[in-house]
Structures are given as C-alpha cells and as structure tokens.
T-cell receptor, first 111, second 115 residues
Framework: DQQVKQNSPSLSVQEGRISILNCDYT??????FLWYKKYPAEGPTFLIS?????DKNEDGRFTVFLNKSAKHLSLHIVPSQPGDSAVYFC??????????FGPGTRLSVLP | DSGVTQTPKHLITATGQRVTLRCSPR?????VYWYQQSLDQGLQFLIQ???????AKGNILERFSAQQFPDLHSELNLSSLELGDSALYFC??????????????FGPGTRLTVL
C-alpha cells in the first residue's frame, strides 16, 4: 500500500519554463513533507520542506504547495535549468514517525 | 558532499551469501537510517539507530540486521541473499530523532548485485 505516490515517473520541460512535480498521499496523519533531489551515483539531497500549518513554502526558484484537503503537494521550479535534471522524491511523515518516500519522478530539463 | 560515507560503492555476490555494508555518519550526527531502493521503487525505510540503540524498524527482513557502534558508524548485514535483494542501499544520518523533523543527509549508496 503506497502511502506516498508520484504518478508521473518522468517529466520533460524546456529550459526556462516551469517544472511542476506532483505528489499525492493517503495518510491523513502526515503533517510534514519534504522534497529530495537525486543525481545519478549520488545520494538524495534535501531540497525543501513544508509543514501542514502552511500551504506554501518558497526557497529561491523552488516553491512547494500543499493542499491538505486534496492530500496533494507539488513542487514548482521556475525557471527550470538543465542542472535541475534529476530524480525528485517526495517524502512525508507523521509526528514521531519516520519518513515515507514516494517512487520518484525523473525530471529532464532540455536546453 | 553530504559528509556521510558508505563502503563499498559496489558489491557483487552470489545467492545464499552474506555481505556487510558500512556507513559513517556526518560528524556529530547521532541517528543513522538505512534505506533500500529497488528498481523503480522509492526509498524503503529499513531501520534507524540512535546513539547505538535501535530506534525504529521499517520493512526490514529477518535475514537483515544492523548495528551502530560506539563510534557511531553503522553496519547493515544482509544474509542468505536472494536475487530480489539486488538494490541500492542508502545510509542517512541526522543530529536527532526523526520525530524532530531533522533533515536526513544521505550517503552515496552501495549498489548490491546478487547473481
């Protein structure tokens, strides 16, 4: 039973345009969400997080939106750059619990 | 560079064998986590140690075990290996318990291939 879903295995975007990566979750107890980025042959690196008390968090070109009623979050990258090409993992946790990761979405930013 | 080191980078072995994966956390981090990533799967949480003690268990098979030593490095032991155990194994560390929502810093992973 996948509690965190990323239904798009891959996404291609033109350089300079917006990339939107989506994540859905089923566990209503989840109240903290993160995005990690992973390059080949490297471990995942933390990108941005959001708590359920907020519906938006911004860090430079990266913005995460949380829609609690829909149990949906999205990561927006504007503008997309070729160096953003990587696999992006969404993760969620309930208080006191370990993170549950989604299967990842491979983003390709085309020059 | 996250500061988390894992050895070896690659491991090729045969079914039925036993292997040990090693992880050194970032300096000062007390928590160590182990994850398994199989093909096209997300990161599956296996087990967490905090300051030498087991803290949480995830989807870890009975054939797998782990420990964290006094110097805080950790080892993941995989025995009676099966073809399906082939995967990337990641170690991560954080300063405190996961419940504190600390960012986890991941190592580069060990790729295990079971033939």
């Amino acid at each position: 039973d996948q509690q965190v879903k990323q239904n798009s295995p891959s996404l291609s975007v033109q350089e300079g345009r917006i990339s939107i990566l989506n994540c859905d979750y089923t566990n209503s107890m989840f109240d903290y969400f993160l995005w990690y980025k992973k390059y080949p042959a490297e471990g995942p690196t933390f990108l941005i997080s959001i708590s359920s008390i907020k519906d938006k968090n911004e860090d430079g070109r990266f913005t995460v939106f949380l829609n609690k009623s829909a149990k949906h979050l999205s990561l927006h990258i504007v503008p997309s750059q070729p160096g953003d090409s990587a696999v992006y993992f969404c993760a969620a946790s309930a208080w006191g619990q370990n993170f549950v990761f989604g299967p990842g979405t491979r983003l390709s930013v085309l020059p | 560079d996250s500061g988390v080191t894992q050895t070896p980078k690659h491991l090729i072995t045969a079914t039925g064998q036993r292997v040990t994966l090693r992880c050194s956390p970032r300096s000062g981090d007390l928590s160590v986590y182990w994850y398994q990533q199989s093909l096209d799967q997300g990161l599956q949480f296996l087990i967490q140690y905090y300051n030498g003690e087991e803290r949480a268990k995830g989807n870890i098979l009975e054939r797998f075990s782990a420990q964290q030593f006094p110097d805080l490095h950790s080892e993941l032991n995989l025995s009676s290996l099966e073809l399906g155990d082939s995967a990337l194994y990641f170690c991560a560390s954080s300063p405190q318990l996961a419940g504190d929502r600390d960012t986890q810093y991941f190592g580069p992973g060990t790729r295990l291939t079971v033939l």
